[in-house]
């Protein structure tokens, strides 16, 4: 059995995190971070042991069924398991119970035993039972068992870094600067080769575009290190929440999975028989978060794309894959796939997106599998439908890892 470890270290950033705008409105008093049903149910587990017990009721899918909607078989039958890859999630708190979770978890689902370590690198993080803790802490863990979980799934052989940060990300500015000291450690010490995050708040949660965009340096220094970063679209479809948990009312984009240096990952709905099998194609699952950015402009490689989306910034999503509980489990599942790439290659990535969307109209053959069917509206507010092809929704659609794995390491070189 491997042990955890516990890292912590004060790092230093030359970028200022605090932001160069003026804020257009006072900080409202109410501040929140939206979680996940998955993740709100795992909160209320009192042990590690029941928390992995409810993951699949949580994630509405098992292990095997993961494993066969996304064809991963063939390639651990070449050993591409994620041996010698290391899976980072960014998460404010952590669970530093999460060795006994995802060792109960692989125990029960057959899974090899997880290396798994937490890092602190933004300053010690208090345990959820501390004084002064926010109440918060508790889905935060939740949120990490997922990650943590989707990742061992997909990747057994992956390493994982839990890297935790000290204060709660609750929409807008809040907790994102510790997420950068996190980020800019890991390109510092090439620590990991694929970035996870499964959190978002709405670009216009921001008190201004500048405060917005003295984070976009960090995920660029990430890409540069050869680190593949992935975030969540969102769940609440084509809008969002203000800081102060009331609805925008109109269409809106999450950031980080915005941002012109990360892969941002919708949702589906799987339709599996109890073998996994499909019995029909995926759907868009219906909060999945997608539209186009006001903050970010259309990027080079969503040229062709845009002629038919129209879009006249960065959009998103880049792809999809189950996200029934929430995008916070979609991304983890696809930065998996990435690790599988690597460990192909035998390199890191870095920035995917221009050789994915090269990728994508070359379809089944790539390992791209169009999903045709769903859209997104909510609160609403109207969305935007699935279509065939790249659409604004759906991204190029899911993937087949036997055949998308080779594919992208081969766009990549």
Known sequence: ????????????????????????????TVKHHAFSAAASLLAGAKTPEERAALTDRALAATVNKLQVAYNTKPLFDQGIDGTGTVLATVVSYGDKNIKAYIDSYSRSHGLPAADVQVLEPAGKVPAC????????????????????????????????????TPTSETQGMDGFPDMMTAIDYLA??????????????????????????????????ATDAGITVTASSGDDGST???????PWGKKVVSFPAASSFVT???????????????????????????????????????????????????????????????????????AAVVALASQKAGKGLGFINPALYALGSGGTAKGIV?????????????GYS?????????????VDAAKFVPALVQQIG
């Open 1 to 28: 059995m491997r042990r955890v470890f516990v890292l912590s270290a004060c790092v230093a950033t030359a970028v200022s995190l605090s932001g160069t705008g003026t804020s257009a409105t006072a900080a409202p």
């Open 129 to 164: 039972s501390d004084p002064g803790t926010p109440s918060d802490c508790s889905s935060w863990g939740g949120e990490t068992d997922l990650d943590v979980a989707m990742f061992h799934t997909l990747a057994p052989k992956a390493k994982i870094l839990v890297v935790a």
């Open 188 to 221: 510092d010490h090439h620590s990991a080769t694929v970035i996870s995050m499964s959190l978002g708040t709405p670009e216009d949660d921001f008190d201004s575009s500048a405060q917005l965009h003295t984070l976009d340096a960090h995920f660029k220094k």
């Open 240 to 246: 969002g929440t203000k800081k102060d948990d009331t």
């Open 264 to 334: 941002a990952v919708g949702g589906t709905v799987l339709h599996q028989n109890s073998n996994g099998t499909r019995t029909s194609p995926d759907t868009v699952w219906p909060r999945s978060g997608g539209g186009v950015s006001h903050e970010y402009g259309a990027p080079a490689w969503q040229s062709e794309v845009d002629k038919t989306t129209h879009a006249t910034g960065r959009s998103l999503p880049d792809i999809s894959l189950l996200g029934t509980s929430g995008t916070s489990q979609s991304s983890p599942l696809f």
């Open 370 to 382: 169009d999903v045709t069917s769903g859209s997104n509206g909510y609160n609403g507010v109207p």
């Open 386 to 398: 699935a279509a065939t092809g790249f659409d604004i929704v759906s991204g190029w659609g899911t």
